[in-house]
T-cell receptor, first 113, second 112 residues
Framework: DAGVTQSPTHLIKTRGQQVTLRCSPKSGHDTVSWYQQALGQGPQFIFQYYEEEERQRGNFPDRFSGHQFPNYSSELNVNALWLGDSALYLC????????????FGPGTRLTVL | DAKTTQPTSMDCAEGRAANLPCNHSTISGNEYVYWYRQIHSQGPQYIIHGLKNNETNEMASLIITEDRKSSTLILPHATLRDTAVYYC?????????????WGAGTKLIIKP
């Protein structure tokens, strides 16, 4: 079992650009949640996808959007990147929308210059 | 959601018990206490959670005070691999759709 996988591992973008991050959930999981983790801080919840729909959303602007595919994998898209978007982006998968049994991936480190 | 207060960092000798405190003085009656840890360059990992009774699993023990205003995570025999940031989080109900609100956690360093 590969667990939760994320790609790419690292990414460098410039201000104003757009970025797409990808997540493959753990085998058997159907729900994907995305988090942003700034350096030295805990993760902040962005949104959660279940049955290909956004089910919950944290306090993030519309520049942050996502998608879930029929195979349960997910993408996080961020438009018009700011310097402040530099962070570790974590994906977590689970069976159902509860938080127990949630497994995190290793994250994608995004640097915006 | 209730907030938590944790020390910024702690040291512990390898092989000794690591006791990580957490203050949650405004916790409500239906809020659970969750503990996660994050080893460097990895995503967070669930450790344990509890409501009012002490809990133990293969990773750790959770001691919650009788008034529930604080708790302690105990790693009974710390190893170097336990070096990580440990997060204490309170959250209502066990299976609701409320998401976790994460603080900055405690950086635990296990020393040889």
């Amino acid at each position: 079992d590969a667990g939760v996988t994320q790609s790419p591992t690292h990414l460098i973008k410039t201000r104003g650009q757009q970025v797409t991050l990808r997540c493959s959930p753990k085998s058997g999981h159907d729900t994907v949640s995305w988090y942003q983790q700034a350096l030295g801080q805990g993760p902040q919840f962005i949104f959660q996808y279940y049955e290909e729909e956004e089910r919950q959303r944290g306090n993030f602007p519309d520049r942050f959007s996502g998608h879930q595919f029929p195979n349960y994998s997910s993408e996080l898209n961020v438009n018009a990147l700011w310097l402040g978007d530099s962070a570790l982006y974590l994906c977590a998968s689970s069976l159902g929308t509860g938080i127990l049994g949630q497994f995190f991936g290793p994250g994608t480190r995004l640097t915006v210059l | 959601d209730a907030k938590t207060t944790q020390p910024t960092s702690m040291d512990c000798a390898e092989g000794r018990a690591a006791n990580l405190p957490c203050n949650h003085s405004t916790i409500s009656g239906n809020e659970y206490v969750y503990w996660y840890r994050q080893i460097h360059s990895q995503g967070p990992q669930y450790i344990i959670h509890g409501l009012k009774n002490n809990e133990t699993n293969e990773m750790a023990s959770l001691i919650i005070t009788e008034d529930r205003k604080s708790s302690t995570l105990i790693l009974p025999h710390a190893t170097l691999r336990d070096t990580a940031v440990y997060y204490c989080i309170v959250r209502p109900q066990e299976k609701s759709n409320y998401q976790l609100i994460w603080g900055a956690g405690t950086k635990l360093i296990i020393k040889p």
